[in-house]
């Protein structure tokens, strides 16, 4: 193994090497073909670690500092390996077309490589040292993607310097986690910190849970550290959103399992009812913001903020009933949470290339001045509306088992004994089920405003479908979102054994999906046979009676217009307006800003000269949160200027002063 | 299905219960009056049932009284306001419906949090039910707290009233007949008053909003 | 239990009964609408005479519509008559009975509701966009009031699985404990809503601004628009015929025998038909609710739905 291990490192520093060295021609078919090499190799890896149950090891000592450079690739880590191999192979062929577009500079196609090689070396890594280096690289260079238009757009440096703040903020929670922990152990390898853990005081061991809480919670977009997502993941180029949405944000679930479950052996009760409120809260605003946007881009970022708050509320509902002595109950939620892990990340990477290729092609994210793209980009919609599909968890895509085992969970949860469990539970539950209606109107929206109906603006009609590598990208990931959602036992599958469950694995079944010792069965299989049965017998029906009717075609006529003639596209509804109930009923909660001027003709009141129409909706948390704390920042940076007056001596000064505090502090 | 005694009192119970929820539910206060009336019903069938079955004929005599006082009286005292009134609608409550809604029932699983311990000490069919008299009470405040109308609020007062005497019912072996007898008819008097008062406020300030009486102080 | 032969005659038999009892049951409830605000009323047949006659005329689609126009009508059609064909309605013994749940059937029926929305955004016309949008917005706020109704009766049982739900009513006495009936309560007012019912909705209005569901179809004629009608007939049949089989499962066919399916056949079908009027009763003596008030309706079915898990919780 140790044979793929090398061939896929050496694939990764290739593609980067190539990124950086390559002439424009060619430069991105390079890097992407060596990252597709690479992924494969990782995706291999990680495959044999996951059939054969046994930790792949290798490290090096003198490679990096404090502990040195080991790689300790366990089942559960292969399993968050192959997800990120997964995408970054679909990105990096997504990519070869999307560099016509966008995203082919030498920072950028370096950038690309090292943030891919970041996703697949977090779950790889062994040991603090290991795992901070590899997160680092993944923020830096994500960092370095989601500026890399700053030229060109504002927004884009707004985005990166939310991203910069929330992700480094959130290593160093991390960071001082993981060190604390390492410190107790005497030891920087994750196995001896887990053996150490044992030892550690309640009150320790809580303290680190939450540091990493923080800092993990926030990669995921978990409220109220999201505010950088649904800038950043809309900012970013189409491939890099995918692989932010797709396999980064995956990550911080996965540290909080490392942190939470592998590293502190599951902990307290309370940690886990920290994680489900968390969750709850995140998908509703998520939700909320992706069922209001107009944005579709930011649609899809609020929705993966939504869909991390759902892998956190079973994340949260498995440690519960883990601590309370429910073990068949936390099997399943923790199967529950890396089976939506694995589905979020297959049909939100179809959905960002899909939208990628829609902003190539149209040079615009706003739903209001898209619509009718099925015609000119087919496949590119037919891709969406399976990513719609599976988002809104409806059979035959992958969403619903995921929300049926969700419920499932939840259900046995519930029937477990606890006042608190319950309470979280119940109030989970509504969540989930608030979040689900939100996610079909958002969906709908989604695609019904930008790929059905008429187009609103010129750069709608005149679209071009996606280049052939990106529609094949979006379609493979497509694909699989349909194959995962008729057969989710090939999901289910790897995840038992990423989890080593066993014989006695709490979900299991190819045709049939049961839950042991629980109750609870679903087919997918025979139910999705039965939707294509039934809707090729209507199909069928129908044109039984066309032709008994003698009409030999289907008319085409103007639509109703309550008499009106020729309507134009801009009286359709569009993103906004498509969204206004829901904007009015949550109308105290999302606090948005609206702004009607009218000025009339001098002359009369009752003619109008000028009507204009604004509406802002900004995020709740960004608005009551984070402007009064980046206010008082400012202040304090302000009146702590005089300190720094710019003379070298004065610096110096401070450093002596600074050293002698020190001598004597520790004397 | 048999109608044994705990289905019964379980049944009562969830009346009383869903009665409260509809005081918030509904805008209109004559609904609202309407709910409270059905109320006083299900608490009345409450000591009835009680009173049955632990062959208490003392309580089943406070269940005639209750359902005299709370299921008549009160409700008929409050309908003749609202009978006045020409637009009898909780036209602003200060949290929308939905979201009190939403308020109501946290409230209630708070309620039932609160008082497992005590459920778990009395040990009998009807103390299982306590938390619904726990949470009729804090229902009946949240309404007082988030609606404007003076109606509104008397109506939030009885429903309070209506779980204490909810949650004694079901916690004790019986309320002595004297001391229900002096809450129930103090709660009468109370209605009483405040009915006079209201009817004064409409009929001198035109005045349904209770906040707008901070007007009067200077 | 495997996949039987009886099971399958079972299944095709519920399958065909929804398609012929939608119609009816809208024939029905428009007699009784007619006859309760004296009028003589069409017949009770003449849904299904409407059918035929659709059926017999040509297709149309708007010009800039795409072939999601003209799957939405099938899908819709296509999911409701699978999500009734596993659904417990004439026996406990349906084909997949025990691997289908109450979960699994919703979100098959949402399969139709989504391809209905996007047919209408395919239009390219502001009806059909405010019809979609406020169905959406409808739809969004019946789903948690249905899960939570469906988690509360599961609670009881310790599955959500739909013959467990409603067999355990035929077996035991503990059918009307308060969580059941709260529950049922809150599933009730969720069907109104789901399906376009008074007082959420208005299925018999003809002006353009008021619809929400009439808005989204308006494009559709001919076959389409038969597969329109019968879609949501079904659907409705279906849900009622669920809530009258939880409510009150007597009758039900336990096994596949031919006699026991045609009494649970007839048994649905009084049960339905009775609910029907009922519904029916109440749209006469209600009034559409102005469409911002229907969030506070079905905040109100989701607290019923929540007191019903907790009395789940507590008198267990």
Same mark, same amino acid.
């Given at each position: 193994?140790?044979?793929?291990?090398?061939?896929?490192?050496?694939?990764?520093?290739?593609?980067?090497?190539?990124?950086?060295?390559?002439?424009?021609?060619?430069?991105?078919?390079?890097?992407?073909?060596?990252?597709?090499?690479?992924?494969?190799?990782?995706?291999?890896?990680?495959?044999?670690?996951?059939?054969?149950?046994?930790?792949?090891?290798?490290?090096?000592?003198?490679?990096?500092?404090?502990?040195?450079?080991?790689?300790?690739?366990?089942?559960?880590?292969?399993?968050?390996?192959?997800?990120?191999? +997964?995408?970054?192979?679909?990105?990096?062929?997504?990519?070869?077309?999307?560099?016509?577009?966008?995203?082919?500079?030498?920072?950028?196609?370096?950038?690309?490589?090292?943030?891919?090689?970041?996703? +697949?070396?977090?779950?790889?890594?062994?040991?603090?040292?290991?795992?901070?280096?590899?997160?680092?690289?993944?923020?830096?260079?994500?960092?370095?993607?989601?500026?890399?238009?700053?030229?060109?757009?504002?927004?884009?440096?707004?985005?990166?310097?939310?991203?910069?703040?929330?992700?480094?903020?959130?290593?160093?929670?991390?960071?001082?986690?993981?060190?604390?922990?390492?410190?107790?152990?005497?030891?920087?390898?994750?196995?001896?910190?887990?053996?150490?853990?044992?030892?550690?005081?309640?009150?320790?061991?809580?303290?680190?849970?939450?540091?990493?809480?923080?800092?993990?919670?926030?990669?995921?977009?978990?409220?109220?550290?999201?505010?950088?997502?649904?800038?950043?993941?809309?900012?970013?180029?189409?491939?890099?959103?995918?692989?932010?949405?797709?396999?980064?944000?995956?990550?911080?679930?996965?540290?909080?399992?490392?942190?939470?479950?592998?590293?502190?052996?599951?902990?307290?009760?309370?940690?886990?009812?920290?994680?489900?409120?968390?969750?709850?809260?995140?998908?509703?605003?998520?939700?909320?913001?992706?069922?209001?946007?107009?944005?579709?881009?930011?649609?899809?970022?609020?929705?993966?903020?939504?869909?991390?708050?759902?892998?956190?509320?079973?994340?949260?509902?498995?440690?519960?009933?883990?601590?309370? @002595?429910?073990?068949?109950?936390?099997?399943?939620?923790?199967?529950?949470?890396?089976?939506?892990?694995?589905?979020?990340?297959?049909?939100?990477?179809?959905?960002?290339?899909?939208?990628?290729?829609?902003?190539?092609?149209?040079?615009?994210?706003?739903?209001?001045?898209?619509?009718?793209?099925?015609?000119?980009?087919?496949?590119?919609?037919?891709?969406?509306?399976?990513?719609?599909?599976?988002?809104?968890?409806?059979?035959?895509?992958?969403?619903?088992?995921?929300?049926?085992?969700?419920?499932?969970?939840?259900?046995?949860?519930?029937?477990?004994?606890?006042?608190?469990?319950?309470?979280?539970?119940?109030?989970?539950?509504?969540?989930?089920?608030?979040?689900?209606?939100?996610?079909?109107?958002?969906?709908?929206?989604?695609?019904?405003?930008?790929?059905?109906?008429?187009?609103?603006?010129?750069?709608?009609?005149?679209?071009?479908?996606?280049?052939?590598?990106?529609?094949?990208?979006?379609?493979?990931?497509?694909?699989?979102?349909?194959?995962?959602?008729?057969?989710?036992?090939?999901?289910?599958?790897?995840?038992?054994?990423?989890?080593?469950?066993?014989?006695?694995?709490?979900?299991?079944?190819?045709?049939?999906?049961?839950?042991?010792?629980?109750?609870?069965?679903?087919?997918?299989?025979?139910?999705?046979?039965?939707?294509?049965?039934?809707?090729?017998?209507?199909?069928?029906?129908?044109?039984?009676?066309?032709?008994?009717?003698?009409?030999?075609?289907?008319?085409?006529?103007?639509?109703?217009?309550?008499?009106?003639?020729?309507?134009?596209?801009?009286?359709?509804?569009?993103?906004?307006?498509?969204?206004?109930?829901?904007?009015?009923?949550?109308?105290?909660?999302?606090?948005?800003?609206?702004?009607?001027?009218?000025?009339?003709?001098?002359?009369?009141?009752?003619?109008?000269?000028?009507?204009?129409?604004?509406?802002?909706?900004?995020?709740?948390?960004?608005?009551?949160?984070?402007?009064?704390?980046?206010?008082?920042?400012?202040?304090?940076?302000?009146?702590?200027?005089?300190?720094?007056?710019?003379?070298?001596?004065?610096?110096?000064?401070? @450093?002596?002063?600074?050293?002698?505090?020190?001598?004597?502090?520790?004397? | 299905?048999?109608?044994?005694?705990?289905?019964?009192?379980?049944?009562?119970?969830?009346?009383?219960?869903?009665?409260?929820?509809?005081?918030?539910?509904?805008?209109?206060?004559?609904?609202?009056?309407?709910?409270?009336?059905?109320?006083?019903?299900?608490?009345?069938?409450?000591?009835?049932?009680?009173?049955?079955?632990?062959?208490?004929?003392?309580?089943?005599?406070?269940?005639?009284?209750?359902?005299?006082?709370?299921?008549?009286?009160?409700?008929?005292?409050?309908?003749?306001?609202?009978?006045?009134?020409?637009?009898?609608?909780?036209?602003?409550?200060?949290?929308?419906?939905?979201?009190?809604?939403?308020?109501?029932?946290?409230?209630?699983?708070?309620?039932?949090?609160?008082?497992?311990?005590?459920?778990?000490?009395?040990?009998?069919?009807?103390?299982?039910?306590?938390?619904?008299?726990?949470?009729?009470?804090?229902?009946?405040?949240?309404?007082?707290?988030?609606?404007?109308?003076?109606?509104?609020?008397?109506?939030?007062?009885?429903?309070?009233?209506?779980?204490?005497?909810?949650?004694?019912?079901?916690?004790?072996?019986?309320?002595?007949?004297?001391?229900?007898?002096?809450?129930?008819?103090?709660?009468?008097?109370?209605?009483?008053?405040?009915?006079?008062?209201?009817?004064?406020?409409?009929?001198?300030?035109?005045?349904?909003?209770?906040?707008?009486?901070?007007?009067?102080?200077? | 239990?495997?996949?039987?032969?009886?099971?399958?005659?079972?299944? #095709?038999?519920?399958?065909?009964?929804? *398609?012929?009892?939608?119609?009816?049951?809208?024939?029905?409830?428009?007699?009784?609408?007619?006859?309760?605000?004296?009028?003589?009323?069409?017949?009770?047949?003449?849904?299904?005479?409407?059918?035929?006659?659709?059926?017999?005329?040509?297709?149309?689609?708007?010009?800039?519509?795409?072939?999601? %126009?003209?799957?939405?009508?099938?899908?819709?059609?296509?999911?409701?008559?699978?999500?009734?064909?596993?659904?417990?309605?004439?026996?406990?013994?349906?084909?997949?009975?025990?691997?289908?749940? %109450?979960?699994?059937?919703?979100?098959?029926?949402?399969?139709?509701?989504?391809?209905?929305?996007?047919?209408?955004?395919?239009?390219?016309?502001?009806?059909?966009?405010?019809?979609?949008?406020? #169905?959406?917005?409808?739809?969004?706020?019946?789903?948690?009031?249905?899960?939570?109704?469906?988690?509360?009766?599961?609670?009881?049982?310790?599955?959500?699985?739909?013959?467990?739900?409603?067999?355990?009513?035929?077996?035991?006495?503990?059918?009307?404990?308060?969580?059941?009936?709260?529950?049922?309560?809150?599933?009730?007012?969720?069907?109104?809503?789901?399906?376009?019912?008074?007082?959420?909705?208005?299925? #018999?209005?003809?002006?353009?601004?008021?619809?929400?569901?009439?808005?989204?179809?308006?494009?559709?004629?001919?076959?389409?628009?038969?597969?329109?009608?019968?879609?949501?007939?079904?659907?409705?049949?279906?849900?009622?015929?669920? %809530?009258?089989?939880?409510?009150?499962?007597?009758?039900?066919?336990?096994?596949?025998?031919?006699?026991?399916?045609?009494?649970?056949?007839?048994?649905?079908?009084?049960?339905?038909?009775?609910?029907?009027?009922?519904?029916?009763?109440?749209?006469?003596?209600?009034?559409?609710?102005?469409?911002?008030?229907?969030?506070?309706? *079905?905040?109100? #079915? %989701?607290?019923?739905?929540?007191?019903?898990?907790?009395?789940?919780?507590?008198?267990?």
């Amino acid at each position: 193994m140790t044979i793929l291990f090398v061939a896929f490192l050496a694939c990764a520093g290739a593609s980067a090497l190539a990124g950086a060295l390559m002439p424009r021609q060619g430069r991105v078919l390079a890097s992407a073909v060596l990252l597709i090499g690479a992924s494969t190799f990782a995706l291999v890896l990680a495959g044999r670690v996951v059939s054969t149950g046994s930790d792949f090891t290798w490290s090096r000592s003198t490679l990096l500092p404090l502990g040195g450079l080991a790689i300790r690739l366990s089942p559960l880590g292969a399993l968050f390996v192959i997800l990120s191999g +997964l995408v970054a192979a679909a990105s990096s062929l997504y990519w070869i077309g999307y560099a016509h577009h966008s995203l082919n500079a030498r920072s950028a196609a370096t950038a690309f490589c090292l943030f891919v090689l970041g996703l +697949l070396a977090v779950p790889m890594a062994g040991n603090v040292t290991t795992f901070l280096f590899a997160w680092e690289l993944m923020a830096l260079s994500s960092l370095a993607l989601v500026a890399h238009d700053h030229a060109r757009r504002r927004d884009a440096i707004a985005a990166a310097r939310w991203y910069a703040v929330m992700t480094q903020g959130g290593a160093v929670a991390i960071t001082f986690s993981l060190a604390g922990l390492a410190a107790h152990a005497h030891s920087t390898s994750f196995v001896r910190i887990a053996t150490g853990a044992t030892s550690l005081t309640s009150g320790a061991a809580s303290t680190f849970f939450l540091l990493a809480l923080v800092g993990f919670a926030s990669k995921s977009g978990a409220v109220p550290l999201h505010v950088w997502l649904p800038r950043a993941h809309a900012e970013a180029p189409g491939p890099v959103s995918a692989l932010m949405s797709g396999a980064m944000v995956n990550l911080g679930i996965y540290g909080i399992i490392l942190v939470g479950r592998v590293l502190l052996h599951g902990g307290e009760q309370w940690w886990w009812l920290v994680v489900s409120a968390v969750g709850g809260v995140t998908a509703i605003v998520g939700a909320l913001y992706a069922a209001t946007s107009k944005d579709v881009k930011r649609l899809l970022a609020y929705s993966t903020s939504d869909n991390m708050g759902l892998v956190m509320m079973a994340l949260g509902a498995s440690g519960l009933t883990l601590a309370t @002595g429910h073990p068949a109950v936390a099997a399943l939620a923790l199967v529950t949470a890396l089976v939506l892990v694995v589905n979020h990340s297959l049909f939100k990477s179809t959905l960002f290339f899909a939208a990628g290729s829609v902003h190539a092609a149209t040079h615009s994210r706003n739903m209001d001045e898209l619509g009718g793209l099925a015609r000119v980009m087919p496949v590119t919609a037919l891709t969406f509306l399976a990513g719609t599909l599976a988002v809104s968890a409806i059979p035959p895509l992958n969403g619903f088992t995921g929300e049926w085992l969700l419920f499932q969970s939840l259900l046995h949860a519930l029937g477990a004994h606890g006042v608190a469990a319950t309470i979280t539970v119940t109030l989970a539950v509504a969540a989930v089920a608030l979040t689900g209606g939100l996610t079909i109107i958002a969906f709908v929206k989604a695609y019904g405003i930008t790929f059905l109906g008429r187009g609103r603006s010129a750069s709608a009609l005149e679209a071009h479908e996606a280049g052939p590598t990106m529609r094949v990208a979006a379609s493979l990931t497509a694909l699989a979102c349909l194959v995962t959602g008729v057969a989710p036992y090939a999901v289910i599958g790897v995840v038992n054994r990423a989890l080593d469950n066993g014989p006695n694995s709490p979900v299991a079944g190819w045709v049939t999906l049961r839950l042991t010792p629980l109750t609870g069965a679903l087919t997918p299989l025979y139910l999705s046979a039965a939707l294509a049965g039934a809707v090729i017998l209507v199909v069928a029906w129908r044109a039984l009676v066309t032709r008994a009717s003698g009409y030999a075609r289907v008319a085409t006529l103007e639509p109703w217009g309550s008499g009106r003639h020729n309507q134009t596209a801009r009286m359709q509804y569009t993103a906004t307006s498509f969204g206004e109930p829901i904007m009015r009923v949550f109308d105290d909660v999302l606090r948005p800003d609206h702004d009607v001027d009218v000025s009339h003709v001098v002359e009369s009141r009752y003619y109008l000269e000028h009507i204009s129409y604004r509406s802002a909706n900004e995020d709740i948390v960004e608005r009551a949160l984070y402007r009064p704390l980046a206010r008082s920042l400012d202040w304090w940076a302000r009146h702590t200027r005089a300190i720094a007056n710019g003379s070298v001596h004065r610096y110096l000064a401070y @450093g002596l002063v600074a050293l002698v505090i020190i001598l004597v502090v520790v004397q | 299905m048999s109608l044994s005694y705990v289905s019964l009192l379980d049944l009562a119970v969830v009346v009383v219960m869903v009665t409260a929820a509809l005081t918030l539910w509904r805008q209109s206060l004559a609904a609202a009056v309407k709910a409270l009336a059905v109320q006083g019903v299900g608490l009345a069938a409450v000591a009835v049932i009680l009173g049955a079955h632990r062959h208490d004929l003392v309580l089943v005599g406070v269940g005639g009284l209750v359902l005299v006082i709370k299921a008549v009286a009160a409700p008929w005292l409050i309908g003749r306001v609202v009978a006045h009134d020409h637009a009898a609608r909780e036209a602003s409550p200060l949290i929308n419906v939905p979201a009190s809604l939403v308020g109501a029932g946290v409230l209630t699983l708070l309620a039932f949090a609160a008082t497992r311990d005590v459920v778990a000490l009395v040990g009998t069919p009807a103390g299982r039910l306590i938390p619904f008299g726990v949470a009729i009470v804090l229902i009946g405040f949240f309404s007082m707290v988030v609606r404007r109308r003076a109606v509104s609020q008397i109506v939030g007062l009885l429903t309070i009233d209506n779980g204490i005497a909810l949650t004694a019912f079901l916690g004790t072996s019986g309320v002595p007949l004297v001391v229900e007898l002096g809450v129930t008819l103090d709660v009468l008097l109370a209605v009483v008053v405040l009915q006079v008062l209201v009817a004064q406020l409409q009929r001198h300030f035109n005045v349904h909003d209770l906040d707008q009486l901070r007007d009067l102080h200077d | 239990m495997t996949p039987s032969i009886g099971g399958g005659v079972a299944s #095709a038999l519920q399958l065909l009964w929804v *398609l012929l009892a939608g119609p009816l049951a809208l024939g029905l409830m428009r007699k009784v609408r007619s006859r309760l605000e004296g009028r003589e009323g069409a017949s009770v047949l003449q849904p299904l005479r409407d059918l035929r006659k659709l059926s017999t005329k040509q297709r149309t689609r708007p010009t800039d519509s795409t072939w999601v %126009f003209a799957a939405a009508p099938v899908v819709l059609v296509a999911s409701a008559v699978v999500a009734a064909a596993f659904s417990p309605l004439v026996t406990l013994s349906a084909l997949l009975a025990t691997r289908v749940d %109450f979960v699994a059937i919703l979100f098959v029926l949402l399969l139709g509701s989504v391809s209905l929305l996007l047919g209408a955004l395919d239009t390219g016309t502001a009806f059909a966009g405010m019809g979609a949008s406020r #169905a959406a917005m409808v739809g969004a706020m019946v789903e948690p009031a249905l899960l939570v109704a469906i988690l509360a009766m599961s609670l009881g049982v310790g599955t959500s699985n739909l013959s467990r739900l409603v067999g355990v009513g035929v077996t035991t006495s503990t059918l009307a404990g308060p969580a059941r009936i709260l529950a049922l309560v809150s599933f009730f007012i969720a069907i109104l809503a789901e399906t376009g019912r008074l007082p959420v909705d208005n299925p #018999a209005t003809h002006l353009e601004l008021t619809m929400i569901h009439e808005a989204m179809v308006l494009e559709y004629a001919g076959p389409d628009l038969a597969l329109v009608t019968l879609g949501e007939s079904a659907r409705l049949v279906l849900l009622l015929g669920l %809530f009258a089989n939880l409510a009150l499962p007597w009758g039900i066919a336990l096994g596949t025998g031919a006699l026991a399916l045609v009494g649970g056949l007839l048994a649905v079908s009084i049960k339905v038909g009775l609910v029907a009027v009922a519904v029916s009763v109440f749209e006469v003596t209600t009034a559409k609710i102005r469409l911002f008030r229907i969030p506070e309706l *079905l905040a109100g #079915a %989701f607290l019923l739905g929540v007191l019903s898990v907790i009395s789940a919780v507590a008198l267990r």
